[in-house]
């Protein structure tokens, strides 16, 4: 296998077209903006599917579990929706960057 | 995302195309838009300053807010000669994430045994190139010193207008070569393009060493680089 071909198993949006070939139901989550030192740049993907099977990333594993659960809605509703995080906070138990950083996460719907 | 939109961001991706998927954020609509392709007005302004940048992000035009993502597609390394230095630089490379082919028509530089893992061609590189061409996501390395393998190589890639072109040589032959290359009709500015000698100086001295300075070097000029936007009247620049 060359390496060109491995990139391409690990590119979450080719992984996607293979799960809508497949006929899964699934969600693309995208990070369009980030404050501060946020683990994972601008336009990186994280694709979900009807059963909380995912690839790729949009932190460093800090907030993929909310991303996650709120994909099972938007591939029900078809509505895509903005999330955004912030700093973790530790008391309220509330999901976070625990690097201190912000981001915003565009969450839709493939097709 | 639309389905059909994906697909074609996919099918790009494969044949080593830049892209640019467009959504706007108020609704949701989404389209791709390939380097080149025309689009009027603010959002055209945008979506070319996000092409020749490479860097995704939002863009306000026409009242609207929209998200640019810039698909580029990954770096290769293209090393001619597989010597010394090339047995380094090629992991080295491999484990910064370019995708490196080795090139020497030399059958006793080029044995599988010296370069284990790596995608290695034992041919003329005007024979390799013509079915793998060069293109401007590639960083060219000529390191025989030989101009019978070199030059071709160096010509196409400054032709191509690759990201990176460098090639291992005193200032003596890098003399000669400069000077082989201007009757072969090139202008002095893009021979100019040329990292020679080779590599950041960092006082490298063993082939590691070597391997390291020009890898920091190409690593600079993919971070830095301008991508090129290909006009409607200049063809296929890109």
């Keep these: 296998m060359s390496l060109s071909e491995q990139a391409d198993i690990r590119d979450p949006l080719m992984i996607a077209e293979g799960w809508m070939n497949e006929g899964r139901d699934l969600a693309i989550a995208t990070v369009v903006e980030t404050w501060g030192s946020a683990p994972r740049p601008t336009g990186s993907h994280l694709v979900i599917d009807a059963e909380g099977n995912f690839e790729g990333s949009v932190s460093g594993g800090c907030v993929e579990g909310a991303v996650i659960a709120e994909a099972i809605e938007v591939i029900e509703s078809g509505k895509p929706r903005m999330l955004e995080f912030g700093v973790a906070d530790e008391t309220a138990w509330r999901v976070g960057l625990s690097c201190g950083g912000k981001i915003r996460v565009y969450l839709e719907r493939l097709g | ?238």
């Excluded at chain 2, 389905?3 to 099918?11: C, E, T």
């Excluded at chain 2, 990954?74 to 010394?84: D, K, L, Q, S, Y």
């Excluded at chain 2, 024979?127 to 393998?149: E, G, N, Q």
């Design chain 2, 1 to 238: 995302m639309d389905p059909h939109v994906l697909k074609s961001l996919n099918a790009a991706k494969r044949a080593r195309e830049a892209a640019v998927i467009v959504t706007d954020l108020n609704d949701g609509r989404d389209r791709m838009v390939r380097a080149g392709d025309h689009v009027a007005g603010e959002l055209g302004e945008a979506i070319g300053k996000a092409l020749k940048s490479g860097k995704s992000g939002i863009a306000e035009a026409e009242g609207r807010e929209f998200f640019l993502n810039v698909h580029v597609p990954p770096a290769r390394m293209v090393i001619i000669g597989a010597v010394h230095i090339s047995q380094a630089l090629a992991p080295m490379a491999r484990m910064a994430g370019f995708d490196v082919t080795v090139i020497d028509p030399r059958t006793a530089f080029a044995t599988p045994e010296r370069f284990e893992d790596s995608d290695l061609v034992a041919d003329w590189p005007e024979d390799v190139l013509k079915d793998r061409p060069l293109d401007y996501f590639t960083a060219l390395v000529a390191v025989t010193h030989d101009p019978k393998i070199d030059d071709y190589p160096l010509i196409s890639a400054l032709k191509t207008g690759c990201f990176y072109v460098g090639a291992l040589g005193s200032r003596k032959t890098h003399g000669r070569r400069v000077e082989r290359l201007k009757e072969a009709g090139l202008s002095e500015q893009t021979i100019g393009r040329i990292a020679a000698p080779i590599g950041l100086p960092i006082g490298a001295a063993s082939p590691a060493e070597i391997a390291v300075s020009v890898l920091a070097q190409v690593i600079e000029a993919l971070r830095t680089r301008d991508l090129p936007v290909r006009d409607a009247d200049e063809g296929a620049a890109a």
